[in-house]
């Protein structure tokens, strides 16, 4: 019994850790990623996700609906 609870304990703690916050690299502006990466703070992306970007964002792909919207962005721009 104790065994059990210890590896369900230990399973949910590695759901929850570090890293796995999202698989996915977002977009965001720019000026909050800088400012994230002094305070730690987390940013809103452009999907809408709240998240702490990672120091080596190549580590993750990037969020789609992020990219989706950034490149509507950059065509709207452009008009
Ligand atoms: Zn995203």
């Not at 702490?52 to 509507?72: A, M």
Request: proline share 6%.
């Amino acid at each position: 019994m104790n065994t059990t609870d210890v590896n369900q304990k230990t399973e949910s703690e590695i759901l929850i850790d570090e890293g796995d916050h999202d698989r996915f690299s977002h977009y965001a502006r720019k000026a909050d990623i800088v400012e994230s990466a002094v305070t730690g703070k987390p940013v809103v992306a452009l999907c809408g996700k709240v998240w702490v970007p990672d120091r080596n964002p190549d580590n993750f792909p990037l969020c789609p609906r992020c990219k989706d919207l950034y490149e509507q962005k950059k065509t709207q721009e452009k008009n």
